[in-house]
């Protein structure tokens, strides 16, 4: 794979407004290295012992962002440097990032993950338990909502997969309109970025289609 390539020719086609973490998980650092030398900044990993280990060995100035399922008992380990956590779906979870960033005498950026797709599987919280989070995040002075974040169905459907996004956008503009400043939309994969593009995200988080098919 050609990653700083990769990279390069995805930038070239993105709107200026719309942010890219390069999700790098499973990934090697011989590979991260390989992106950052392309300039790219921003990575996202979805498990937080891999995360703090690349940490560790990567330029400090990485902003590592937190983008799978948060289990509340491993906030303290990337409370000291993580730049976003994109995955918050419970109150018991931001009360803990809360209490962990207070630790480390610093306010962490979080994203409502918003449970937007028709598979069960898939984590988030429902419209009412978000305008409750929010309310809940007001009273916690170490931690900011910065955004929302969700995934759509996995599905050839492109119609639907549009259907979700538009609606993760309509929430977003809503908590705007009641004046909670919030800057980040983040969705969009490799699979549907553009999609999410159109209707609004203004982040998205890419994997394969920069570094390749993952090895689990
Ligand atoms: C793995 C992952 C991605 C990236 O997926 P690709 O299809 O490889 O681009 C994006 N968001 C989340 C939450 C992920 O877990």
């Given at each position: 794979m050609e990653i700083g390539k990769n990279i390069t020719s995805l930038l070239e086609g993105l709107p200026s407004k719309v942010e890219l973490v390069?999700?790098?998980?499973?990934?090697s650092s011989e590979e991260i290295l390989e992106a950052y030398n392309a300039g790219q900044r921003k990575f996202g990993e979805n498990k937080i012992q891999d995360m703090t280990r690349k940490y560790e060995i990567l330029p400090k100035d990485i902003q590592w962002h937190m983008i799978g399922h948060v289990q509340s008992n491993k906030v303290k380990y990337m409370a000291p440097y993580?730049?976003?956590?994109?995955?918050?779906?419970s109150l018991k979870l931001l009360k803990e990032i809360n209490k962990q960033a207070q630790k480390n005498n610093r306010i962490i950026d979080c994203l409502l993950q918003i449970?937007?797709?028709?598979?069960?599987?898939k984590f988030g919280l429902s419209v009412r338990e978000s305008q409750q989070a929010i309310k809940i995040a007001k009273?916690?002075?170490?931690?900011?909502?910065?955004g929302l974040m969700g995934m759509a169905t996995f599905t050839d459907d492109q119609k639907q997969i549009e259907r979700e996004f538009a609606g993760l956008k309509s929430l977003y503009d809503q908590f705007i309109e009641q004046k909670i400043p919030l800057e980040v939309l983040s969705m969009g994969m490799s699979g549907d970025f553009l999609i999410a593009i159109e209707q609004g995200s203004n982040m998205i988080r890419v994997g394969s289609k920069i570094f390749g098919p993952r090895n689990y």
């Open positions: 390069a999700v790098s998980k499973t990934k993580v730049s976003l956590i994109h995955g918050v779906d449970h937007i797709a028709k598979e069960e599987s009273e916690l002075p170490h931690l900011r909502i910065k």
